[in-house]
């Protein structure tokens, strides 16, 4: 299965962005599903994770402006990003996890102009 991104663009500071995440397969279950992001000089963070029960977690940092959602019947992930500040520019990945592997996707570049 592949996990293709999408919806980054440039934003100015204080916009929103909404990035997607679809699986290849609508019948393939991850059990855990997470954007992560790549900021310049920093190693990737993890930025939000969903169970498949729509459990959620988010980091200190985007916590109250971003909302992590699931669509399980369509197989795909969303990250809704407001109040963007040049912080979270970078490159963001979404993430799978099964009972036995993870998968990566190939990764959005969301940038933010003060």
């Known amino acids: 299965v592949q996990l293709q991104a999408s919806g980054g663009g440039l934003v100015q500071a204080g916009g929103s962005l909404r990035l997607s995440c679809a699986a290849s397969r609508r019948d393939f279950i991850f059990t855990t599903m997470a954007w992560h992001r790549q900021t310049s000089g920093k190693q990737r963070e993890l930025v939000a994770t969903?169970?498949?029960?729509?459990?959620?977690y988010y980091a200190d940092s985007v916590k109250g402006r971003f909302t992590i959602s699931r669509d399980n019947a369509k197989n795909t992930l969303y990250l809704e990003m407001n109040n963007l500040n040049p912080e979270d520019t970078g490159v963001y990945y979404c993430y799978g996890r099964t009972e036995l592997n993870t998968f990566w996707g190939q990764g959005t570049l969301v940038t933010v102009s003060s």
């Open positions: 969903i169970t498949r029960g729509t459990s959620v």
